[in-house]
């Protein structure tokens, strides 16, 4: 995540936090909790089991968004750690502590660190293919994605005609696709 979204991120948690802000809530809401339910399903949690461990976090970032110290992580790891630790809590009570033995709970301990190193590299990976974009092109991307405007919306407060704001980003997405698949490369 940039310094920018990382700061807007924090702003909205701390209108949540202070103000108990249900706009600021509704926006770090639609924008973590698909991608919560996602990587939760990816760890093969059933679909409803995730969503419901995804409105436990987003439960968690209502009530204790004060626990939240933009110092120390990014929103992004403060909840997918909450999500993580809500879904071990549910795998031991659904089996049973004693059910698992230690080796068992050091291999998924294990697989969640492994996990973490390949998500951190990915970041890494996608941060630096994300710098090489041209700047005129990476404004509109981060108008697009990470602020969610339509690109009507964009050629409206830019000024820049509909079929530029859309071939623009179709070109930032081809420098970005180029720089992951050369990192990718051996």
Excluded: C
């Amino acid at each position: 995540m940039q310094g920018d979204d990382r700061d807007y991120f924090a702003r909205l948690t701390r209108a949540v936090a202070m103000e108990r802000d249900q706009a600021a809530f509704g926006v770090l809401f639609d924008h973590f909790a698909p991608r919560l339910k996602t990587w939760l399903m990816s760890q093969r949690i059933p679909v409803d089991e995730a969503e419901e461990l995804v409105q436990e976090v987003m439960t968690v970032l209502w009530h204790r968004a004060s626990l939240y110290d933009p110092q120390k992580s990014s929103l992004s790891t403060w909840l997918y750690r909450i999500a993580r630790n809500r879904r071990l809590d549910a795998q031991r009570r659904a089996k049973g502590k004693d059910a698992l033995g230690d080796a068992q709970w050091q291999m998924m301990d294990m697989q969640a660190t492994d996990l973490s190193v390949e998500v951190k590299e990915r970041d890494a990976r996608v941060r630096e293919a994300l710098s090489r974009i041209p700047g005129e092109q990476m404004e509109l991307v981060k108008a697009a994605f990470f602020l969610g405007q339509t690109h009507t919306e964009i050629a409206e407060a830019t000024g820049l005609p509909l079929g530029t704001v859309k071939s623009r980003i179709r070109l930032a997405f081809r420098h970005l696709r180029r720089a992951l698949e050369d990192a990718a490369a051996p």
